[in-house]
């Protein structure tokens, strides 16, 4: 699982809280690519296939930056503009982030109590990152939680220290590395891969039908090369047919698998080689893409509500 920083700090070299967040996280988080795009960029020129192609390669995108003006710097803003574009991000084929995690990581110079309807800034912090989850949803991203810090701002002899900021920068890293390793070891895509890998190992040996039917939900759709069948008892059916077609000790093998995160279900797109042997002796060989419609119940196990298997 691939994490992404989209560091953003006008001046990085006098940042200490932005700059340090950044060096820990690069130490402390595996599969972590940074980009500091006003250094890339300082002319504000963004490369937008450059930046496009990162995003799509990660799974976990985290958005680091100071908090100014109730908002974030200029080159933040620019880069939005120009990358979660039309028929990327949004649009009729625009749905190459869907899926993937949406994190602002921020720092705030002002203490909290003057992020409240008696401070002098009158709104919670939460209140000035709407325009944000709004863009995280249309690019059908999934949203989280908001991470920062207040009192980020070292003026010497004026305002905090900076062992203060770096001790709370510190605690801002530790959020952030603990929001990502309860992703990794809770990512559904790792679940979704090794339940197909036991689900094919299962139809290599033709185990029971009831081992089938434990992850179908009741009232699936089920379209195989023979037709369509429904539920359980419809796989039961078409599973009595294969039982009586081939032998066991078949072989599956995942030659690739992609899933997406789609409304709280997860589509799975899998191109399967099966090798088999006839009851009457005779070599099977079968390219297939399959299909798969499921959702991940409370308890962790995989339920699939759609099933489809096309052969090429």
């Not at 908001?146 to 070292?154: D, I, L, R």
Request: glycine content about 6%.
């Amino acid at each position: 699982m691939k994490s992404l920083l989209i560091l953003a700090h006008p001046n990085l070299d006098e940042s200490i809280a932005n700059k340090r967040i950044a060096e820990q996280l690069v130490n402390q988080v595996e599969e972590f690519e940074v980009r500091d795009i006003m250094s890339l960029y300082p002319d504000f020129r963004i490369n937008v296939e450059a930046e496009q192609t990162a995003l799509q390669e990660a799974d976990t995108i985290i958005f680091q930056y100071p908090f100014w003006w109730y908002n974030m710097p200029a080159i933040l803003k620019q880069w939005f503009d120009d990358v979660f574009a039309f028929n990327f991000a949004f649009g009729p084929e625009g749905d190459k982030l869907k899926g993937k995690n949406f994190i602002l990581s921020f720092t705030v110079g002002g203490p909290a109590d003057s992020y409240s309807p008696l401070g002098y800034n009158h709104f919670k912090i939460e209140d000035f990152t709407k325009p944000m989850e709004q863009t995280a949803y249309l690019a059908q991203m999934n949203y989280l939680p908001p991470v920062f810090q207040h009192g980020m701002v070292y003026i010497p002899g004026v305002y905090n220290t900076k062992e203060a900021v770096e001790e709370r920068a510190d605690k801002q890293v530790q959020t952030l590395v603990n929001m990502i390793t309860k992703m990794q070891s809770n990512n559904p895509e790792n679940t979704i891969k090794a339940f197909a890998k036991e689900w094919f190992a299962h139809f290599d040996v033709l185990a029971d039908d009831g081992y089938f039917n434990n992850y179908i939900a009741n009232g699936a759709k089920l379209q195989f090369v023979e037709g369509e069948f429904i539920g359980h008892e419809g796989f039961s059916e078409w599973y009595a047919g294969i039982k009586s077609t081939i032998k066991p000790n078949n072989e599956h093998r995942i030659e690739s698998i992609n899933i997406v995160a789609n409304n709280g279900h997860f589509e799975v797109d899998l191109s399967v080689k099966m090798k088999a042997e006839t009851i009457a002796g005779e070599l099977m060989q079968l390219n297939v893409k399959e299909n798969w419609k499921v959702e991940i119940t409370r308890d962790g196990r995989v339920k699939i509500l759609e099933y489809i298997v096309k052969p090429v």
